[in-house]
């Protein structure tokens, strides 16, 4: 089976000629279909640069970057705009949009699927809500609920779609240990439910036993790969 | 509900709608900016009409197919060509009657205080009637009288108290042109700025006023065709057969010969001019509201990019903002502009209507003003990179 994500002598650089900062350095990753994997590493040291490069959020400059079976760099920026929307997403910060309900916002994602009618996308958000916990809340607006009850409406919006990829960055940041590992746990559950791969950026320490992998960064290299009950001690 | 029970497929409610009611506040500042442009627009073409209503009302009421004037023109009465040429419109072919027709400006005293202004004639052949007002045909016979007119009720009445001495019987003569001539009948036409009133008076009392070499002068030939008479083919005619120096006219040219000279006029220019301030008045308020709107939700545009929306469906939204906020403002704009524009007909005395076309031409400038604010503003969506979202 091909894998889902396939990274082979990736660089990344910011800034032109003699200005350029060279920001990921040779970065070869394969991820498996159902796999997930933690990235760690210090501030700065190119996470969020390497996840939007996989997300296509940005060009890809050099080396191979293939993502669900297509190849990022030098894709064009039609073919960018139609893999994003078969990615999910989930930011740090929960980046949704406040003029729209919970249910609202899950249906944003939902209404670039082709072939889906109205009842269901309604249906389809209505269940994932509730499988985040929040089918008491699909009429709220984001302004009305708390950080870790947005952030789950973000994860339902980055899952609603059956993505085969989840890309999160630091999703756990904005919340306490508490609702942070709920998350989490969320995410794990319903990838095991719809086979789907993540890969998850993130600093802490009390979530890395979710992972299969967990990969460390440095300076825009990959320098090591761990099993979590290794990193965990 | 009723509505429930149609078998419309219920849609996604656009995200512009959602957007623009979210912020009530902004909203409504959008709107009753948009009002305020449309209100400006309204009135400068309400002043406009006010002041130029009226300047067809002659060529307008008169009753014939083919008009003859002098080439040099620029407005019914301006210059005149030799009457002689009028019987040799008569022999061309398809032509059935070409009559005579004066209009002309002449002293006139006020008989209530002696004061010398202007009034324009309007001088016909009553044996020959050119025009389409029932009031003038019904009272030929009076006009035929030797120094005597008919009044138009409706002109300024810095002309004196005509038509009240009239009504109650009093004969004062009146010096028209240095001779005195008595009112023996009214009708109704109108006046505007431009002409204080109008007299209508037989062709041979013109050449009592005016003196022979005048009345050769015609200002227009009124021409009839024959039934069947291809239009075309008869002024093509005329072109031919008179001199150079005379025109052949449709009535809709006559009349548009009318207004495009008016619309020259500076007090037209100015009105123009006020209907484009408030249209930019109109794309500033649009555009503000949408950049500020823009920039707010920068992130959430971002967002919307990185799970997958496309440029240009953001792009939609953005003119789909503009397109509702335009339709929302026009209705409170137009409403506050008719109840002006009564106001303004009450204190000017001449009808200020609000026109279909008028109407909606201001809405259509006011769409236009929509997306073009739109486009400028959705300059900053591109701005908006789904990269900053992580
Ligand atoms: N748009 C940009 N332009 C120029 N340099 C950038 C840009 N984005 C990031 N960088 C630089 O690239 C390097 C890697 O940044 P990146 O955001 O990928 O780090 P990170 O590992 O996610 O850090 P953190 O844990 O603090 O989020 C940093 O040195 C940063 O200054
Ligand atoms: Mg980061």
Redesign the pocket.
């Given at each position: 089976m091909e894998p889902v994500v396939n990274i082979e002598g990736l660089h990344h650089a910011?800034?032109k000629g003699s200005l350029a900062?060279p920001?990921l350095i040779d970065i070869n990753l394969a991820i498996q279909p159902g796999e997930i994997v933690i990235l760690t590493?210090?501030?700065?040291?190119?996470?969020?640069?390497?996840?939007?490069l996989m997300g296509g959020l940005r060009s890809a400059q050099q080396g191979s970057l293939r993502i669900l079976g297509q190849e990022l760099t030098g894709a064009g920026k039609k073919q960018l705009v139609e893999l994003r929307s078969r990615i999910g997403y989930i930011f740090q910060a929960h980046n949704l949009l406040d003029c729209l309900t919970a249910q609202e916002n899950v249906r944003m994602a939902l209404r670039l699927q082709p072939g889906l009618s109205y009842d269901d996308r309604t249906t389809a958000a209505t269940a994932m809500l509730d499988a985040v916990g929040l089918g008491h809340r699909v009429n709220y607006r984001p302004d009305n609920l708390s950080g870790g009850q947005k952030q789950r409406v973000a994860i339902a919006r980055a899952l609603v779609t059956q993505p085969k990829l989840i890309l999160a960055?630091?999703p756990t940041a904005a919340l306490d240990s508490q609702s942070g590992r709920e998350v989490v746990q969320l995410m794990q559950r319903l990838a095991q439910e719809q086979n789907c791969t993540i890969l998850l950026?993130t600093?802490d320490n009390r979530i890395l036993d979710i992972a299969h992998r967990i990969i460390h960064?440095e300076d825009?290299r990959l320098v090591r790969t761990e099993s979590p009950t290794a990193a965990v001690v | 509900m009723v509505f429930g029970k149609l078998p419309l497929p219920r849609r996604e409610k656009p995200l512009a709608w959602s957007q623009l009611s979210h912020q009530r506040m902004r909203l409504l500042v959008a709107l009753s900016g948009i009002s305020f442009a449309n209100i400006l627009i309204f009135m400068q073409l309400g002043f406009r009409s006010a002041m130029f209503s009226g300047t067809t009302n002659v060529p307008a009421s008169l009753d014939g197919d083919v008009f003859l004037i002098n080439k040099t023109s620029q407005f019914l009465g301006n210059e005149t060509f030799d009457k002689s040429q009028l019987y040799r419109a008569a022999a061309v072919p398809g032509v059935a009657t070409a009559r005579p027709f004066y209009y002309s400006p002449a002293s006139w005293v006020n008989p209530d205080n002696r004061k010398t202004t202007n009034i324009t004639v309007i001088a016909i052949n009553p044996a020959q009637p050119v025009m389409a007002v029932p009031a003038i045909n019904d009272q030929l016979a009076l006009v035929e009288q030797t120094d005597r007119m008919l009044f138009d009720v409706k002109s300024l009445p810095s002309l004196g108290a005509i038509t009240q001495a009239f009504t109650a019987g009093q004969d004062t003569p009146i010096e028209v042109q240095g001779r005195k001539m008595r009112v023996n009948g009214t009708f109704a036409l109108g006046s505007n700025i431009f002409k204080r009133g109008h007299i209508v008076i037989s062709d041979v009392n013109y050449l009592r006023l005016f003196g022979a070499t005048q009345a050769n002068q015609l200002h227009a030939g009124v021409l009839k065709l024959e039934p069947g008479a291809n239009i075309q083919t008869v002024m093509a005619e005329l072109e031919r057969t008179l001199p150079e120096e005379i025109s052949a006219l449709s009535h809709t040219e006559l009349i548009e010969l009318e207004q495009n000279y008016w619309a020259k006029e500076p007090a037209g220019i100015i009105f123009d001019f006020g209907t484009i301030m408030g249209f930019v008045v109109g794309v500033v308020i649009v555009y503000q509201v949408l950049y500020s709107d823009v920039n707010d939700h920068l992130s959430e545009y971002a967002t919307l990019k990185a799970i997958g929306y496309s440029d240009g469906q953001l792009l939609l939204v953005v003119f789909q903002e503009a397109t509702i906020l335009a339709v929302l403002g026009f209705m409170p704009g137009i409403l506050c502009s008719l109840g002006l524009y009564s106001v303004l007909s009450n204190l000017t005395g001449v009808a200020v209507l609000m026109r279909l076309g008028v109407g909606l031409q201001v809405f259509s400038m006011t769409l236009v003003m929509g997306v073009l604010s739109a486009a400028i503003a959705v300059r900053k969506l591109r701005s908006a990179d789904p990269?900053?979202v992580?």
């Open positions: 910011f800034g900062k920001v590493g210090p501030s700065g040291s190119g996470k969020t640069t390497l996840l939007s960055d630091e950026v600093h960064m825009g | 990269a900053d992580f």
